[in-house]
Protein backbone atom coordinates (compact mmCIF):
# COMPACT_ATOMS: atom_id res chain seq x y z
CA UNK A 1 0.00 0.00 0.00
CA UNK A 2 1.77 3.10 -0.90
CA UNK A 3 0.80 6.43 1.15
CA UNK A 4 1.60 9.94 0.77
CA UNK A 5 0.99 13.43 1.78
CA UNK A 6 -0.33 15.76 -1.10
CA UNK A 7 -0.79 19.98 -1.47
CA UNK A 8 -4.74 20.33 -2.46
CA UNK A 9 -6.67 23.47 -3.01
CA UNK A 10 -8.04 22.83 -0.19
CA UNK A 11 -4.99 22.08 2.02
CA UNK A 12 -2.68 19.04 2.77
CA UNK A 13 -3.77 16.08 2.56
CA UNK A 14 -3.17 12.32 3.96
CA UNK A 15 -4.00 10.19 0.79
CA UNK A 16 -3.48 6.54 -0.42
CA UNK A 17 -2.84 4.95 -3.94
CA UNK A 18 -5.83 3.06 -4.44
CA UNK A 19 -7.73 1.81 -7.92
CA UNK A 20 -5.39 4.06 -9.69
CA UNK A 21 -6.38 7.23 -7.79
CA UNK A 22 -4.73 9.23 -4.68
CA UNK A 23 -7.54 8.49 -2.20
CA UNK A 24 -7.99 10.91 1.06
CA UNK A 25 -8.01 9.42 4.03
CA UNK A 26 -7.88 10.75 7.77
CA UNK A 27 -5.65 8.84 9.58
CA UNK A 28 -2.68 7.10 7.76
CA UNK A 29 -1.40 5.36 11.37
CA UNK A 30 -4.76 4.00 12.25
CA UNK A 31 -5.10 0.00 12.09
CA UNK A 32 -8.19 0.72 10.07
CA UNK A 33 -8.37 3.54 7.29
CA UNK A 34 -11.35 5.94 7.26
CA UNK A 35 -12.12 7.36 3.55
CA UNK A 36 -13.75 10.81 3.17
CA UNK A 37 -14.82 9.98 -0.36
CA UNK A 38 -12.44 13.25 -2.20
CA UNK A 39 -10.09 11.50 -4.35
CA UNK A 40 -7.66 12.66 -6.76
CA UNK A 41 -5.85 11.45 -10.40
CA UNK A 42 -2.80 10.56 -10.33
CA UNK A 43 -1.14 13.01 -13.14
CA UNK A 44 -0.24 16.47 -11.68
CA UNK A 45 -0.41 15.38 -7.90
CA UNK A 46 2.04 17.58 -5.73
CA UNK A 47 3.51 15.74 -3.28
CA UNK A 48 5.16 16.96 0.18
CA UNK A 49 7.15 15.14 2.66
CA UNK A 50 5.01 12.52 3.12
CA UNK A 51 4.82 12.43 7.23
CA UNK A 52 5.79 15.40 9.31
CA UNK A 53 7.81 14.00 11.67
CA UNK A 54 8.63 14.93 15.38
CA UNK A 55 12.01 13.17 15.33
CA UNK A 56 14.78 12.54 12.44
CA UNK A 57 17.29 9.99 14.10
CA UNK A 58 19.90 9.11 11.17
CA UNK A 59 22.55 5.85 11.58
CA UNK A 60 26.42 6.86 11.85
CA UNK A 61 28.93 4.89 10.18
CA UNK A 62 26.67 2.28 8.91
CA UNK A 63 27.61 2.50 4.98
CA UNK A 64 29.57 -0.66 4.59
CA UNK A 65 29.75 -4.08 6.16
CA UNK A 66 33.41 -3.59 7.69
CA UNK A 67 31.42 -0.79 9.76
CA UNK A 68 29.98 -3.31 11.83
CA UNK A 69 33.16 -3.15 14.31
CA UNK A 70 32.28 0.20 15.00
CA UNK A 71 29.64 1.07 17.65
CA UNK A 72 26.03 1.10 16.88
CA UNK A 73 25.54 5.10 16.88
CA UNK A 74 22.58 7.29 15.50
CA UNK A 75 22.01 11.47 15.30
CA UNK A 76 19.78 13.45 15.52
CA UNK A 77 17.87 16.10 12.42
CA UNK A 78 15.67 18.66 13.25
CA UNK A 79 12.39 18.42 12.12
CA UNK A 80 12.75 21.30 10.28
CA UNK A 81 15.07 20.22 7.37
CA UNK A 82 12.64 17.57 6.19
CA UNK A 83 10.92 18.85 3.14
CA UNK A 84 9.09 16.73 0.23
CA UNK A 85 9.73 16.05 -3.53
CA UNK A 86 10.95 18.95 -5.64
CA UNK A 87 11.31 21.34 -2.90
CA UNK A 88 15.01 23.02 -2.98
CA UNK A 89 17.94 22.04 -0.97
CA UNK A 90 19.73 25.12 0.32
CA UNK A 91 23.70 24.98 -0.20
CA UNK A 92 25.37 27.74 1.78
CA UNK A 93 28.45 28.60 -0.59
CA UNK A 94 30.72 29.79 2.69
CA UNK A 95 30.66 26.15 4.19
CA UNK A 96 32.41 24.03 1.82
CA UNK A 97 31.32 21.18 -0.68
CA UNK A 98 27.45 19.78 -0.17
CA UNK A 99 27.10 15.94 -0.41
CA UNK A 100 23.14 14.28 -1.02
CA UNK A 101 23.04 10.65 0.53
CA UNK A 102 20.60 8.10 -0.68
CA UNK A 103 19.10 6.11 2.23
CA UNK A 104 16.44 3.56 3.19
CA UNK A 105 14.49 5.10 5.46
CA UNK A 106 11.81 3.65 7.70
CA UNK A 107 8.52 5.69 8.90
CA UNK A 108 7.41 4.59 12.49
CA UNK A 109 3.81 3.66 12.78
CA UNK A 110 3.35 2.91 16.18
CA UNK A 111 5.25 4.19 19.74
CA UNK A 112 8.49 1.68 19.98
CA UNK A 113 10.69 1.64 23.19
CA UNK A 114 13.38 -1.12 23.86
CA UNK A 115 12.50 -2.83 20.71
CA UNK A 116 13.45 -6.47 19.79
CA UNK A 117 14.89 -8.05 16.94
CA UNK A 118 11.46 -10.17 16.80
CA UNK A 119 9.20 -7.14 17.42
CA UNK A 120 11.27 -4.21 16.00
CA UNK A 121 9.64 -4.59 12.02
CA UNK A 122 5.79 -4.72 13.82
CA UNK A 123 6.62 -0.87 14.41
CA UNK A 124 7.37 0.14 10.80
CA UNK A 125 4.72 1.74 8.81
CA UNK A 126 7.12 1.64 5.65
CA UNK A 127 9.71 2.91 3.74
CA UNK A 128 10.22 5.53 2.08
CA UNK A 129 13.41 7.21 0.22
CA UNK A 130 15.36 9.49 2.18
CA UNK A 131 18.34 12.38 1.15
CA UNK A 132 20.53 13.03 4.62
CA UNK A 133 21.95 16.04 3.30
CA UNK A 134 25.66 16.42 4.49
CA UNK A 135 28.17 19.31 4.47
CA UNK A 136 31.61 17.08 5.31
CA UNK A 137 33.91 20.02 5.62
CA UNK A 138 32.05 20.97 8.52
CA UNK A 139 32.16 17.71 10.77
CA UNK A 140 36.08 17.42 12.17
CA UNK A 141 34.75 20.51 14.03
CA UNK A 142 31.36 19.21 14.79
CA UNK A 143 31.21 15.68 16.74
CA UNK A 144 27.45 16.52 17.18
CA UNK A 145 26.65 17.04 13.95
CA UNK A 146 24.37 20.15 14.16
CA UNK A 147 26.77 22.10 11.06
CA UNK A 148 26.48 19.29 8.74
CA UNK A 149 23.59 17.97 9.03
CA UNK A 150 20.73 20.55 9.58
CA UNK A 151 20.74 23.09 6.92
CA UNK A 152 17.96 24.01 5.23
CA UNK A 153 16.23 21.43 3.07
CA UNK A 154 18.34 18.93 4.35
CA UNK A 155 16.44 16.03 4.82
CA UNK A 156 14.02 15.50 1.31
CA UNK A 157 11.77 12.46 2.29
CA UNK A 158 9.68 11.04 -0.67
CA UNK A 159 8.04 10.60 -2.74
CA UNK A 160 5.76 8.34 -0.73
CA UNK A 161 5.88 5.70 1.85
CA UNK A 162 5.22 1.98 0.74
CA UNK A 163 4.03 -0.42 3.52
CA UNK A 164 4.79 -3.80 1.43
CA UNK A 165 8.19 -3.99 0.93
CA UNK A 166 9.61 -7.29 1.46
CA UNK A 167 13.19 -6.52 -0.25
CA UNK A 168 14.14 -3.30 1.94
CA UNK A 169 17.63 -5.29 3.34
CA UNK A 170 18.42 -5.65 -0.51
CA UNK A 171 17.40 -3.47 -2.74
CA UNK A 172 19.38 -1.38 -5.03
CA UNK A 173 19.74 2.31 -4.72
CA UNK A 174 20.73 5.05 -7.95
CA UNK A 175 22.10 8.44 -7.51
CA UNK A 176 21.20 10.33 -10.34
CA UNK A 177 22.60 14.16 -10.83
CA UNK A 178 21.28 16.09 -14.22
CA UNK A 179 19.85 13.24 -15.65
CA UNK A 180 23.28 11.20 -15.15
CA UNK A 181 23.35 8.04 -13.29
CA UNK A 182 26.13 8.46 -10.85
CA UNK A 183 26.18 5.66 -8.32
CA UNK A 184 24.43 2.57 -8.15
CA UNK A 185 24.64 0.20 -4.75
CA UNK A 186 22.16 -1.62 -2.48
CA UNK A 187 21.11 -1.30 0.44
CA UNK A 188 22.80 -5.49 1.58
CA UNK A 189 25.86 -2.60 2.04
CA UNK A 190 24.60 -1.38 5.30
CA UNK A 191 26.69 -2.97 8.55
CA UNK A 192 23.49 -3.29 10.21
CA UNK A 193 19.77 -4.01 9.00
CA UNK A 194 16.81 -1.83 10.22
CA UNK A 195 15.95 -4.23 12.56
CA UNK A 196 19.39 -3.74 14.09
CA UNK A 197 18.81 -0.09 14.15
CA UNK A 198 15.61 -0.10 15.44
CA UNK A 199 16.83 -2.24 18.54
CA UNK A 200 19.98 0.37 19.44
CA UNK A 201 17.71 3.77 18.84
CA UNK A 202 15.07 2.46 21.30
CA UNK A 203 17.57 0.95 23.77
CA UNK A 204 17.73 4.69 24.52
CA UNK A 205 14.85 7.22 23.45
CA UNK A 206 10.64 6.39 22.89
CA UNK A 207 9.87 6.52 18.96
CA UNK A 208 6.49 7.67 17.83
CA UNK A 209 3.92 7.67 15.00
CA UNK A 210 5.46 9.53 11.69
CA UNK A 211 9.16 9.57 13.19
CA UNK A 212 12.11 8.48 10.97
CA UNK A 213 14.94 6.34 10.68
CA UNK A 214 17.42 7.40 8.07
CA UNK A 215 19.09 3.86 7.63
CA UNK A 216 22.63 5.13 6.72
CA UNK A 217 24.44 5.54 3.12
CA UNK A 218 26.37 2.60 1.36
CA UNK A 219 28.05 4.53 -0.41
CA UNK A 220 25.75 6.17 -1.76
CA UNK A 221 26.63 9.73 -1.11
CA UNK A 222 27.90 12.17 -3.92
CA UNK A 223 29.06 16.21 -4.66
CA UNK A 224 26.89 18.55 -5.40
CA UNK A 225 26.26 22.07 -6.67
CA UNK A 226 23.80 25.00 -6.81
CA UNK A 227 21.91 24.61 -9.96
CA UNK A 228 22.08 20.66 -9.95
CA UNK A 229 19.05 18.61 -9.82
CA UNK A 230 19.51 15.60 -7.75
CA UNK A 231 17.19 12.40 -8.36
CA UNK A 232 17.83 9.25 -5.85
CA UNK A 233 15.88 6.23 -6.24
CA UNK A 234 15.63 2.58 -4.38
CA UNK A 235 14.21 -0.08 -6.55
CA UNK A 236 10.26 -0.12 -5.23
CA UNK A 237 10.08 2.95 -3.64
CA UNK A 238 9.98 5.06 -6.64
CA UNK A 239 12.15 8.38 -7.68
CA UNK A 240 12.78 11.29 -5.03
CA UNK A 241 13.60 14.73 -7.17
CA UNK A 242 15.37 17.77 -5.40
CA UNK A 243 17.18 20.82 -6.93
CA UNK A 244 20.17 22.34 -5.15
CA UNK A 245 19.73 26.08 -4.59
CA UNK A 246 22.56 28.60 -3.37
CA UNK A 247 21.53 30.10 0.06
Known amino acids: MRLAQIMSPQGRKEVVFKDNR ?5 DMFAQVLT ?37 AQ ?14 SIYKDMHLG ?18 LTLGNALEHVLGFTIG ?10 GDHLLLQTKNGDGFTPLGPWIETEFPN ?13 QVIQTSTNQLARGVA ?19 GGSPMSMYPVEPGDIV ?10 TNPIVKL
Open 22 to 26: WQVIT
Open 35 to 71: FTGESFEDNGVVFLSPVQPRVILGMAHNGTPDQINNP
Open 231 to 240: ELEIIGLGVL
Open 168 to 180: FDNSTMFVRVNGK
Open 196 to 214: EQLVHITKYTTLGPGDVVL
Open 131 to 140: NDVTLPEQTP
Open 74 to 87: AFHKSSRTAVGFGD
Open 97 to 114: RLEVECELTAVIGKTARK
